[in-house]
């Protein structure tokens, strides 16, 4: 076993209680972000202990080095075992994942743990059949607990402030929203959002708070409009190839499930629940401007909002989801519980 972290494996089966010879499985893990990322430090490694824990040592986790492959590509690294275990977003691959629309459109909630919950929960009840996810256990799901618009130079409050605005963006349904405000959307991964602010290429860039502090954008983007209850998201999976699941001895797959699905998904949560925290409480300090929008901005996000999903509804249909908006109705009812506790 080789977790790649600053615990050595030899370190983490002997605190466990069992030593790394004992494994009599050890599952490959491509993840795509720094090792010195909350992903990787607060999410891949507490799991991959607790998998550890709950096996007896009999199944452990080595987390490569280096990715596998591009973030894109990660749920198909799962699929065809390139990599036993993954992790990305839906959305890379979004004519894949029509299902999966909902959860990313505006005021789906700001609370992760509670909209990574009630995800998972949506998921097993109306999607763990549907063929878009043949080929792979989903061992979790999660959301970042909204997006919002942040700038460079200026506060973003009413539909007039996003006129001919250039904006980073990262998928689809991002760039629909965009257009639809009658910004100028820009394609690019978060990690390109530094050398394109420096360069003079776009104004504003989207992003959860957090991921504003995690890619080191606190003095470039101080202007920040906060949308109630997000103004999109990002969905996020953790999977694993259904060949190597089926492999494992049915005790295993009981224990591994049991810090899996539901249990995963809240962790996921938590952590970027934690993370916006901090950079909340960073950006306050940094003397950081947070913007309400105006009513007008809030009529124009819900137009766009109601013409997403009265597609979406079409498409999700056509990509087998049974009762679109009673699934959708789902998730909003689950989230509301949860984020209400």
Same mark, same amino acid.
Request: aromatic content about 16%.
């Given at each position: 076993m080789n977790l790649k972290t600053t615990l050595t494996a030899a370190t983490l089966g002997l605190g466990l209680g069992f030593g790394a010879a004992q494994a009599e499985t050890v599952l490959t893990v491509s993840s795509w972000v720094p090792q010195t990322h909350f992903i990787y430090t607060d999410i891949l490694v507490p799991y991959a202990e607790s998998v550890a824990t709950a096996t007896e040592g009999r199944v452990t986790l080595n987390i490569m080095p280096a990715p596998l492959g591009a973030p894109p590509q990660h749920f198909e690294l799962a699929r065809t075992g390139v990599a036993d275990i993954t992790w990305g977003n839906f959305?890379?691959? %979004?004519?894949?994942?029509?299902?999966?629309?909902?959860?990313?459109?505006? #005021?789906? &909630?700001?609370?992760?743990?509670?909209? =990574?919950?009630?995800?998972?929960?949506?998921?097993?009840?109306?999607?763990?059949?549907? %063929?878009?996810?043949?080929?792979?256990?989903?061992?979790?799901?999660?959301? #970042?607990? &909204?997006?919002?618009?942040?700038?460079? =130079?200026?506060?973003v409050i009413t539909p007039e402030d996003m006129a001919n605005q250039k904006v980073r963006i990262g998928g689809p349904i991002q760039a629909q929203i965009m257009e639809s405000l009658g910004a100028v959307p820009v394609a690019a991964p978060a990690t390109k959002a530094y050398e394109l602010l420096e360069g003079g290429v776009i104004d504003a860039s989207l992003h959860s708070v957090e991921s504003v502090m995690n890619f080191r954008l606190e003095d470039s983007l101080k202007q920040h409009t906060i949308v109630p209850n997000g103004l999109y998201d990002s969905s996020f999976f953790i999977v694993m190839n259904e060949a190597k699941w089926q492999s494992l001895d049915e005790a295993d797959r009981t224990a591994i499930a049991a810090v899996s699905g539901e249990a995963l998904s809240r962790l996921w949560g938590q952590q970027f629940n934690a993370q916006h925290e901090k950079a909340m409480t960073l950006f306050t300090e940094g003397g950081h401007a947070f913007n309400e929008p105006s009513a007008d901005l809030m009529t124009a996000i819900t137009a766009v909002s109601d013409k997403m999903i009265a597609d979406w509804t079409v498409a999700a249909t056509a990509a087998g989801v049974a009762d679109p908006a009673a699934m959708r109705a789902d998730y909003l009812a689950a989230y509301a519980e949860l984020s209400a506790k």
């Open positions: 959305t890379y691959e %979004p004519e894949r994942f029509t299902a999966m629309w909902f959860a990313e459109f505006p #005021f789906v &909630g700001t609370d992760a743990e509670a909209s =990574s919950v009630a995800l998972w929960r949506t998921y097993e009840k109306h999607l763990a059949d549907n %063929p878009a996810f043949d080929g792979v256990e989903m061992l979790g799901v999660g959301l #970042f607990g &909204g997006g919002q618009i942040h700038h460079g =130079s200026k506060p």
